[in-house]
């Protein structure tokens, strides 16, 4: 994981399977481990034990789908974000607070949200994003929404609002125009959030969206890191 090892400054490297058998998992968290790994991500389609390893389950992952999206009105001014700002920033450090950066205690706090306020930039620059849109009151952000084409999908990235503005309308507003935009654009509207984020799941379901696919993310790390404590 380059970006990922840039960032922390440490070896950071990432297994996906969807096998049920952990020896499989277990051996090569160790080959990585000697090749010099201080954090590994364990995506897997079946929960885990690792009981041999400095893990945490940060994530039970839920991909949300909207496979038909209908065209709404959106009866709120929502713009197209083409400069980044600090309330942007705060929005998007508010989006990961149930991400597993989030979650990791092991993660610095100042390191969570370095991290989200580099998705913002990047997400700003079309580096990371397709689009971004936000829900302004007098000229300052207080809601917006980031997402990309990935294959036959338009995938949300970051959603966020300001918990000053919650319940006012503004998260189904910014949900509705990507749902719109996808039905433009013949694709699906995709999002994923965590199972342990309530709110967030019936939110989705609520505008439409049906669950696709679980998976459980561990983070794994090794007892020499500086940072690692055991668990």
């Not at 998705?119 to 990309?148: H, I, L, P, Q």
């Amino acid at each position: 994981m380059d970006w990922d090892s840039r960032f922390f400054g440490f070896d950071v490297a990432r297994i996906d399977t969807d096998c049920a058998e952990e020896c499989s998992v277990d051996a090569e968290i160790r080959r990585l481990q000697r090749q010099g790994a201080e954090l590994i991500y364990v995506f897997s389609t079946h929960p885990l034990r690792l009981s041999d390893f400095n893990a945490i389950l940060v994530d039970r992952k839920l991909s949300y789908v909207n496979a038909s999206p209908v065209y709404r009105p959106v009866d709120k001014p929502i713009v197209e974000v083409t400069e980044v700002s600090r309330q942007l920033y705060e929005l998007g450090c508010q989006a990961g607070g149930h991400s597993r950066y989030k979650v990791d205690p092991t993660i610095k706090e100042e390191d969570f949200r370095r991290m989200f306020r580099l998705w913002v930039d990047n997400s700003v620059s079309r580096r990371f994003a397709d689009y971004v849109f936000a829900y302004e009151v007098d000229g300052v952000a207080v809601g917006f929404v980031t997402a990309k084409v990935k294959d036959d999908e338009l995938s949300i990235g970051l959603i966020a609002t300001d918990e000053n503005y919650r319940g006012c309308g503004i998260g189904g507003a910014l949900i509705q125009t990507i749902v719109n935009l996808a039905s433009e654009l013949h694709l699906k509207a995709e999002v994923t959030t965590q199972a342990d984020n309530i709110t967030a799941c019936r939110f989705y379901e609520h505008q439409g969206f049906n669950i696709a696919s679980r998976s459980y993310v561990y983070h794994v790390w090794s007892n020499n890191n500086e940072n690692s404590n055991p668990l």
